[in-house]
């Protein structure tokens, strides 16, 4: 089975990356979006709100798993059989990050391969940290993420600001 793995933090899912996974699941047999439990770094939404989030926006589409992982990539890459990380490409900004990170875990194993897809030019300005900056000061997140998600953000949002 031809199985990618796409990782990310994901605080919270945007239409840009739902685009990557959209496109991703027509590439692949099978697509394991990784949400990042990053002990060190605490995002706005727990990774269990995360990972239930990108399963409610992806129900529709049977080949794609959303799970969560610490720790290296590649030990993940192993643990779920895949040797294809799945990034997307916003700008040179993103290149020279991401450039880095492939070669480092293509170091690490070199069996795995990072594949690149460019963002979708409607969705190349989003971000997860613009859209949580919008929403903190009472901008219209319509567009941004999937509508279905909003009424979540805008919870968690509010509880904040109190
Ligand atoms: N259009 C297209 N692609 C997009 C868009 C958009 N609008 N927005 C984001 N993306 C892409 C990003 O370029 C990235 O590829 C992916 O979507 C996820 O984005 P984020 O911002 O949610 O996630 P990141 O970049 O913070 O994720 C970082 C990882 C979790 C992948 C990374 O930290 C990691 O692999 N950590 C594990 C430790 C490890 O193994 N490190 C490697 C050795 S140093």
Avoid: W
């Amino acid at each position: 089975m031809n199985r990618g793995v796409y990782p990310g933090s994901f605080d919270p899912i945007t239409n840009g990356h739902l685009d990557i996974i959209k496109r991703s699941a027509r590439v692949f047999d099978e697509v394991i979006v990784a949400v990042l439990l990053n002990p060190n770094k605490k995002g706005l939404f727990s990774v269990q709100e995360r990972v239930e989030f990108i399963e409610r926006c992806t129900k529709d589409l049977p080949n794609v798993k959303v799970k969560s992982f610490s720790g290296l990539l590649i030990d993940f890459m192993e643990q779920n059989g895949s040797k294809v990380i799945i990034k997307g490409l916003r700008a040179v900004s993103d290149f020279e990050y991401e450039f880095q990170m492939a070669l480092m875990n293509n170091k690490l194993n070199p069996e795995i391969e990072t594949v690149f897809m460019m963002t979708n030019s409607e969705f190349s300005y989003l971000s997860s940290s613009s859209v949580k900056q919008v929403a903190m000061f009472g901008g219209c997140i319509k567009g941004l993420v999937p509508d279905i998600i909003i009424p979540d953000i805008m919870k968690k949002i509010k509880k904040c600001n109190r």
